[in-house]
C-alpha cells in the first residue's frame, strides 16, 4: 500500500489533478470491475456503461469518473422463466455480484438500495482510502446494476487504471463487455435532459449535482467521433428513438409530462440548463477538478456541442 500511495502521488502530479485522492479512487474503481469481471451470472450478461467506460474508452474525455454503471442484459433463456422465476434469477445475479466484490475483502458494502423487483440495485462501496477526500469526490463507490433490453450496442475492451496506464503496467482488466460510444452518447443527452425536469417538476427528489458531466461527456464524444469523420447520426438517431421508448416505459409512472410530451419535456430541460446559472456553477464545481484536458473545456464551449445535438435528436421525435 505504501508503493501504492506514492504512485497515487506521482501520478497525481504528471496529470496536474492537485489531490492524489482522484488517483486513488481511479485505480479502486478498475479494481472494482476486475473482481466483477470474476461473477459469471447464469442469466445475464453484464455490460459496462456511463462516463466510466467512456473515461476507458478510445475516447479520450480526459477526465476522472467515480462510479461504475453495469447493465443486466437478460440471456434468451431468461424470457422463458415465469414473474417470481426472473425477480429470483435477478436476486441470484446480484448475490453474485456482491459475492464477487466481497470476496476480494478490499471493498465493504455500506449501503444496499434494491427497487422494481431487483431490475435496478444500487451498492454504495467502502473502499481503501489514504488520502483526504476530494471535494468532488464521493466517499463512496457507487456501483449501479439495471436490468435493461438487448437493445445498446456491445463492443469488449480491456481497462487499465490511471496508475497502470502512466507506469506502463498491464491492463488490469483484460476484457469486459462495455456499452457501444454511440449508445453511450444517446443515453447521456436522454439522462441529462429528463433528469434535470423530473428534479424540476418535484423538488422533492433526489438531485445529483455531478450529472452536469454529462455535458462534457457529450462534447469529448462528438469532438472525437467528428474528428474521425465517423459520426453516424442516422445510427444515433435510431437509438435515441429505441431509447427514448425504453426509457418512457421504465420513468413514466413518475414522470407524466415526459410520457405525454417527451419532445416538450426535454426541450424544457435544455432550457432550464442554459439559463439555469446552478449548472454552470455545478460544471465548475464537479467537472474542472476532474479533467486532465488541455484543450478548452469550459461549460460555454461543451454546452454548445450538447445543445447542437439535442436539436438534431429532437427534430427526429415524430418523423
Same mark, same amino acid.
Request: glycine share 2%; with cysteine.
Given at each position: 500500500?505504501?508503493?501504492?500511495?506514492?504512485?497515487?502521488?506521482?501520478?497525481?502530479?504528471?496529470?496536474?489533478?492537485?489531490?492524489?485522492?482522484?488517483?486513488?479512487?481511479?485505480?479502486?474503481?478498475?479494481?472494482?470491475?476486475?473482481?466483477?469481471?470474476?461473477?459469471? %451470472?447464469?442469466?445475464?450478461?453484464?455490460?459496462?456503461?456511463?462516463?466510466?467506460?467512456?473515461?476507458?474508452?478510445?475516447?479520450?474525455?480526459?477526465?476522472?469518473? =467515480?462510479?461504475?454503471?453495469?447493465?443486466?442484459?437478460?440471456?434468451?433463456?431468461?424470457?422463458?422463466?415465469?414473474?417470481?422465476?426472473?425477480?429470483?434469477?435477478?436476486?441470484?445475479?446480484?448475490?453474485?455480484?456482491?459475492?464477487?466484490?466481497?470476496?476480494?475483502?478490499?471493498?465493504?458494502?455500506?449501503?444496499?438500495?434494491?427497487?422494481?423487483?431487483?431490475?435496478?440495485?444500487?451498492?454504495?462501496?467502502?473502499?481503501?482510502?489514504?488520502?483526504?477526500?476530494?471535494?468532488?469526490?464521493?466517499?463512496?463507490?457507487?456501483?449501479?446494476?439495471?436490468?435493461?433490453? %438487448?437493445?445498446?450496442?456491445?463492443? %469488449?475492451?480491456?481497462?487499465?487504471?490511471?496508475?497502470?496506464?502512466?507506469?506502463?503496467?498491464?491492463?488490469?482488466?483484460?476484457?469486459?463487455?462495455?456499452?457501444?460510444?454511440?449508445?453511450?452518447?444517446?443515453?447521456?443527452?436522454?439522462?441529462?435532459?429528463?433528469?434535470?425536469?423530473?428534479?424540476?417538476?418535484?423538488?422533492?427528489?433526489?438531485?445529483?449535482?455531478?450529472?452536469?458531466?454529462?455535458?462534457?461527456?457529450?462534447?469529448?464524444?462528438?469532438?472525437?467521433?467528428?474528428?474521425?469523420?465517423?459520426?453516424?447520426?442516422?445510427?444515433?438517431?435510431?437509438?435515441?428513438?429505441?431509447?427514448? =421508448?425504453?426509457?418512457?416505459?421504465?420513468?413514466?409512472?413518475?414522470?407524466?409530462?415526459?410520457?405525454?410530451? %417527451?419532445?416538450?419535456?426535454?426541450?424544457?430541460?435544455?432550457?432550464?440548463?442554459?439559463?439555469?446559472?446552478?449548472?454552470?456553477?455545478?460544471?465548475?464545481?464537479?467537472?474542472?477538478?476532474?479533467?486532465?484536458?488541455?484543450?478548452?473545456?469550459?461549460?460555454?464551449?461543451?454546452?454548445?456541442?450538447?445543445?447542437?445535438?439535442?436539436?438534431?435528436?429532437?427534430?427526429?421525435?415524430?418523423?
Amino acid at each position: 500500500m505504501k508503493k501504492l500511495k506514492q504512485q497515487f502521488l506521482e501520478v497525481s502530479d504528471v496529470l496536474e489533478l492537485g489531490n492524489p485522492a482522484i488517483i486513488e479512487k481511479d485505480y479502486w474503481v478498475v479494481a472494482l470491475l476486475a473482481e466483477l469481471a470474476k461473477g459469471t %451470472p447464469k442469466h445475464h450478461q453484464m455490460v459496462f456503461s456511463g462516463g466510466t467506460a467512456l473515461a476507458k474508452s478510445n475516447v479520450k474525455i480526459l477526465r476522472m469518473s =467515480e462510479d461504475v454503471d453495469i447493465k443486466l442484459i437478460p440471456k434468451p433463456e431468461f424470457e422463458q422463466l415465469s414473474r417470481a422465476q426472473k425477480k429470483m434469477a435477478r436476486k441470484t445475479c446480484i448475490h453474485v455480484v456482491e459475492q464477487a466484490i466481497t470476496q476480494s475483502e478490499k471493498f465493504t458494502v455500506e449501503s444496499r438500495t434494491v427497487r422494481d423487483e431487483y431490475r435496478y440495485v444500487d451498492l454504495e462501496l467502502r473502499y481503501p482510502q489514504q488520502f483526504s477526500q476530494a471535494p468532488c469526490l464521493r466517499p463512496i463507490i457507487k456501483l449501479e446494476l439495471m436490468e435493461t433490453i %438487448p437493445l445498446l450496442d456491445v463492443e %469488449p475492451r480491456s481497462i487499465q487504471s490511471l496508475v497502470a496506464e502512466l507506469y506502463k503496467q498491464p491492463q488490469e482488466v483484460k476484457v469486459f463487455d462495455c456499452i457501444s460510444i454511440q449508445a453511450t452518447l444517446v443515453e447521456k443527452v436522454i439522462s441529462m435532459l429528463r433528469r434535470t425536469m423530473s428534479v424540476k417538476r418535484n423538488a422533492e427528489r433526489k438531485e445529483d449535482a455531478t450529472l452536469v458531466r454529462h455535458i462534457y461527456d457529450v462534447y469529448c464524444i462528438l469532438k472525437t467521433e467528428e474528428n474521425k469523420k465517423n459520426l453516424d447520426l442516422n445510427g444515433i438517431t435510431s437509438l435515441f428513438k429505441t431509447v427514448l =421508448e425504453e426509457d418512457i416505459k421504465r420513468f413514466g409512472n413518475q414522470h407524466v409530462e415526459f410520457v405525454t410530451d %417527451p419532445k416538450q419535456e426535454l426541450q424544457l430541460g435544455l432550457k432550464e440548463l442554459e439559463e439555469n446559472p446552478v449548472f454552470r456553477q455545478r460544471f465548475v464545481d464537479f467537472v474542472t477538478p476532474m479533467v486532465f484536458n488541455p484543450q478548452p473545456h469550459d461549460f460555454d464551449t461543451c454546452f454548445a456541442s450538447f445543445k447542437r445535438i439535442t436539436h438534431q435528436l429532437l427534430s427526429s421525435i415524430g418523423e
